[in-house]
Every structure is written in C-alpha cells, then in structure tokens.
C-alpha cells in the first residue's frame, strides 16, 4: 500500500492530489509520456 509502481505515494512526498478540470504532463521512460485531461465523468462507475 501507499505506492504505486514501486514508487512511493506521492502524499509521504508532498504531492498535491488531482483536480478535475485541469491538464497534466505524464514523463515516462517507457512510452515518452504525453498529456492527459481529468474530466468529471458524472456518475460513471468504474467496471
């Protein structure tokens, strides 16, 4: 718990949660990285 990808959770490092509404960058060494919109889904579930 607390980590996610064998990273530590970002709350020990400070890391201000996600909002919605707002763009942000993912770095990855894999895939290069690209940017990502958090939108507001309304009552959508996740499977």
Not at 40 to 47: I, N, W
């Amino acid at each position: 718990m607390g980590s996610f990808g064998g990273y530590p959770s970002c709350a020990r490092h400070g890391c201000k949660p996600l909002k919605i509404d707002e763009e942000y960058i993912i770095v990855s060494v894999l895939t290069g990285g690209g940017n990502v919109y958090l939108a507001d889904l309304g009552k959508y579930q996740m499977p």
